[in-house]
């Protein structure tokens, strides 16, 4: 049986935490009757593409059937399809494609099924980006193998240095996660790092755990993906997963609909594992999926929206010390002094609703340092005058 002590390192989920820190003070300022600006999760606003309700509706009567564990064909064809337009990769999507009930049960499972319990006879080891999203944490451990914490900072250019490593930690590597675009940094991965990261995972023999979910959020040129930089290399095909999800490109957190899609054997492998732990999406959201996987148009529209809110970030907090502009993704990543103090401040005196840089983060595990710990993460996901009011309300204390 599994002892919870392995769970007991952990920090506490983000949001909880940033609950016991405000919810004990009214929201600023003192008197006012404004709606608070939440810019503290990443929960897109803008409009759900403008056919999802009657996609929706004509699949109704299918409420009425077990939706297939390796999910319908109709699904897995029109993701294939979006990835040989996206990356130009071409997939046998009956065999690499997995839809998923939203990525995160993708990506903890993928610890799960696919890292070894032991490597060379010794405890495997997972790399995560530090900041982190903080399931590959917990994916990490409830596979048995150690979290090893790589931090990206300003002068990593935001992404882990996993070639850096000592040695005997990679050699005990089974798997490394990455999320690029990166939350909460906004940086993207070019084709070089992913070719580099590749070759590591190569000479290492691991995995690559690509979160590429706000990879359809972003200013300037598309960023590179996992699977096209492994194509490239002439990799292992079970080299490299990669996953995506319609929460963000598509503005849909509430449709659960994501994917996985990698190599044959893992592909099949995290099937295993859901027909006897998991719940795949039902047959009328699969489908609907499908076409908004299809459509395009309103994703050009989602980036217009973000343009508008990147150009208002950079007009307002452009000058100030520190600040850098996210190439992707629709998080601001903040220099501060103190990032629960700051958070705490902006609540009180403004009713802003923002994250402390480290309650994503923690002591790295190579020299302890928090990356995050002297960081806010603000969401750009609400409407465009709400946005402003929380970004001047930034300015004022960032700036003051």
């Not at 449709?255 to 998991?278: D, E, H, I, N, T």
Request: one cysteine or more; aromatic letters at 10%.
């Amino acid at each position: 049986m599994q002892s919870p002590e392995r769970f007991a390192n952990l920090p506490e989920y983000a949001f909880p935490r940033l609950r016991a820190l405000v919810d004990a003070y009214p929201p600023g300022p003192p008197g006012a009757n404004a709606e608070p600006v939440a810019m503290s999760l990443g929960e897109p606003r803008h409009p759900a593409p403008p056919f999802l309700a009657e996609a929706l509706a004509r699949h109704v009567p299918l409420y009425g059937k077990y939706p297939p564990n390796e999910g319908a064909p109709e699904l897995l064809e029109a993701i294939g399809g979006w990835i040989g337009r996206r990356y130009g990769v071409t997939l046998d999507a009956m065999r690499q494609v997995f839809p998923l009930n939203g990525t995160r049960e993708g990506l903890f499972a993928a610890a799960v099924a696919l890292s070894p319990e032991e490597k060379r006879g010794r405890k495997p080891v997972i790399l995560l980006p530090n900041p982190f999203y903080q399931c590959y944490a917990v994916a990490a451990i409830t596979a048995g193998a150690e979290p090893y914490y790589v931090n990206a900072t300003a002068e990593s250019g935001h992404l882990p240095d996993f070639a850096a490593l000592p040695a005997d930690i990679l050699e005990r590597t089974t798997a490394a996660y990455l999320c690029s675009p990166a939350n909460p940094q906004g940086a993207v991965a070019s084709a070089e790092y992913w070719a580099g990261l590749i070759a590591l995972a190569e000479r290492h023999d691991f995995m690559i755990f690509a979160d590429e979910c706000y990879a359809e959020v972003y200013r300037g040129a598309p960023p590179p993906g996992a699977l096209s930089a492994a194509g490239q290399a002439g990799a292992d095909p079970e080299r490299v997963l990669v996953f995506h999800s319609l929460s963000k490109r598509s503005n849909l957190p509430g449709l659960r609909s994501g994917f996985a899609a990698g190599g044959p054997k893992a592909v099949a492998a995290l099937r295993q594992l859901r027909s006897y732990a998991g719940a795949p999406l039902p047959l009328p959201a699969q489908l609907a999926a499908a076409e908004i996987w299809r459509d395009e148009a309103h994703v050009e529209a989602n980036r217009a929206l973000y343009a508008v809110k990147y150009a208002m970030a950079d007009r307002i907090l452009g000058d100030l010390p520190g600040y850098m502009p996210p190439e992707a993704g629709f998080f601001l990543w903040l220099e501060v002094e103190d990032g629960e103090a700051a958070a705490l401040r902006l609540w009180r005196e403004h009713g802003v609703r923002v994250l402390p840089g480290a309650y994503l983060s923690r002591p790295g595990s190579l020299d302890g340092t928090d990356p995050g710990a002297g960081f806010i993460r603000a969401a750009l996901v609400d409407e465009p005058e709400r946005v402003e009011r929380g970004l001047r309300a930034i300015r004022t204390v960032l700036g003051g």
